[in-house]
Antibody, heavy 119, light 111 residues
Framework: QVQLVQSGAEVKKPGASVKVSCKAS????????INWVRQATGQGLEWMGW????????GYAQKFQGRVTMTRNTSISTAYMELSSLRSEDTAVYYC????????????WGQGTMVTVSS | QSVLTQPPSASGTPGQRVTISCSGS????????VNWYQQLPGTAPKLLIY???QRPSGVPDRFSGSKSGTSASLAISGLQSEDEADYYC????????????FGGGTKLTVL
């Protein structure tokens, strides 16, 4: 079945970086964009950016420009989101989500990865 | 402060019809389509409505969406206990080089 499986929970210190993976299966990885959305505990959804796995093209929310990098390894159908200079406010569940090329409807979501930033 | 405005809560009894509103501006809802997501407690969001009023395969026709101007609505008819969840509207926003914006979410309680 079509699914996105994310890497496990992470605990990081302020100032560090975190890299979350998102492995796709059940469909052609390069045919759909991968978006990243985060959600702090008890809060709403916040879009971080998108990546086209075929071209590698990316688009980031202005809030995360300079701190986020989205990449992929097409040989293993896996997308990555790396966030640097972590601060406590980055503590959240991070989701990857699939969308058709150029579309903004996220039809398949990963299970989420909890990232905790604490000294 | 979310770019799209939703009521924080809504409620209804089983069998009732409830609606959730989503208000935006000319740069988002006014010029792009609206999607709705349902998030059950402790789970990832699920696409409920796309392109204003389209249902993905498997979503019951009790759920419907509409859009007018810079506002959109999600309607749930024949309310069921399993509909108790958080609901989020979302749209592309043409400002700031383009980005996706979400509403703050509406917690639906089935009384």
């Amino acid at each position: 079945q079509v699914q996105l499986v994310q890497s496990g929970a992470e605990v990081k210190k302020p100032g560090a970086s975190v890299k979350v993976s998102c492995k796709a299966s059940g469909y052609t990885f390069t045919s759909y964009d991968i978006n990243w959305v985060r959600q702090a505990t008890g809060q709403g959804l916040e879009w971080m950016g998108w990546m086209n796995p075929n071209s590698g093209n990316t688009g980031y929310a202005q809030k995360f420009q300079g701190r986020v990098t989205m990449t992929r390894n097409t040989s293993i159908s896996t997308a990555y989101m790396e966030l640097s200079s972590l601060r406590s406010e980055d503590t959240a569940v991070y989701y990857c989500a699939r969308a058709e090329d150029g579309d903004d409807a996220f039809d398949i979501w990963g299970q989420g990865t909890m990232v905790t930033v604490s000294s | 402060q979310s770019v799209l405005t939703q009521p924080p809560s809504a409620s209804g009894t089983p069998g009732q019809r409830v609606t959730i509103s989503c208000s935006g501006s000319s740069s988002n809802i006014g010029s792009n389509t609206v999607n709705w997501y349902q998030q059950l407690p402790g789970t990832a969001p699920k696409l409920l409505i796309y392109s204003n009023n389209q249902r993905p395969s498997g979503v019951p026709d009790r759920f419907s969406g509409s859009k007018s101007g810079t506002s959109a609505s999600l309607a749930i008819s024949g309310l069921q206990s399993e509909d108790e969840a958080d609901y989020y509207c979302a749209a592309w926003d043409d400002s700031l080089n383009g980005h996706v914006v979400f509403g703050g979410g509406t917690k639906l309680t089935v009384l």
